[in-house]
């Protein structure tokens, strides 16, 4: 069984700030791991996968993450906030990548002018 | 090319009712996924379909919630009746063979039981 703890349900910054979103992860094989995007009104959208190989990953906008198979952690980071990046933030693990994604509860992040 | 196609985008309805939502996935995407989102919570895996069979239903309420995903296409997911607890979004996504691990999402049904 797999499972996903996003610390911190609503994260604040600065524009032009460090962004930080915390995600640990649980699984009994090794996992596919996922940072989802999902902006008010609209579908989850898919900021960066890691499936197998390089463990610093990078998405879209800016965002990367880096697995860390010892401290169990996916953390999401951007080196500078932008108004845009307001919205909720997920984190999911797939065990084989055949099977469903298993979601945490997600952050929100908001970014202050 | 076009996304994860969802309807109704919202419904009220009072507790006991019945209440159907349908998804027509990325055509040729031969996995389709229902997903409970509750306000505040992550979602929740409801099935998931490979074509037209059942993969994982193990989450799904059976007692009140059914879903059928005929000619492996597009697929519908039922409740009845509603309990108040059913307010949610729900979510459709699909996947195709090749990348499964990839989800693409429809912006879900936002459902209301009153």
């Known amino acids: 069984a797999q499972s996903v703890t996003q610390l911190g349900s609503h994260v604040s910054v600065s524009e032009g700030a460090l962004v930080l979103l915390r995600c640990n992860y649980s699984?009994?094989?090794?996992?596919?791991l996922f940072w989802y995007v999902q902006y008010p009104n609209q579908g989850l959208q898919l900021l960066l996968k890691?499936?197998?190989?390089?463990?610093l990953v990078k998405g879209i906008n800016g965002f990367e993450a880096e697995f860390k198979k010892s401290e169990t952690s996916f953390h999401l980071t951007k080196p500078s906030a932008h108004m845009s990046d307001a919205a909720e933030y997920f984190c999911?693990?797939?065990?084989?990548?055949?099977?469903?994604?298993?979601f945490g509860s997600g952050t929100r992040l908001q970014v202050q002018p | 090319e076009a996304g994860v196609a969802q309807s109704p985008r919202y419904k009220i309805i009072e507790k006991r009712q019945s209440v159907a939502f349908w998804c027509n996935p990325i055509?040729?995407?031969?996995?389709l996924y229902w997903y409970q989102q509750i306000l505040g919570q992550g979602p929740k895996l409801l099935i998931q379909?490979?074509?037209?069979?059942?993969?994982?239903d193990s989450q799904l309420p059976k007692d009140r919630f059914s879903a059928e995903r005929l000619k492996g296409v597009d697929s519908t997911l039922k409740i009845q009746p509603a309990k108040l607890e059913d307010s949610a979004v729900y979510l459709c996504?699909?996947?195709?063979?090749?990348?499964?691990?990839?989800?693409?999402f429809g912006s879900g049904t936002q459902l209301s039981v009153l």
């Open positions: 996504a699909s996947s195709s063979d090749r990348g499964m691990e990839k989800l693409f």
């Open positions: 699984s009994s094989v090794p996992p596919y």
């Open positions: 890691y499936t197998t190989g390089a463990t």
């Open positions: 999911a693990v797939s065990a084989t990548g055949r099977r469903a994604l298993t």
């Open positions: 055509s040729g995407h031969a996995t």
């Open positions: 379909f490979q074509n037209n069979g059942v993969v994982d």
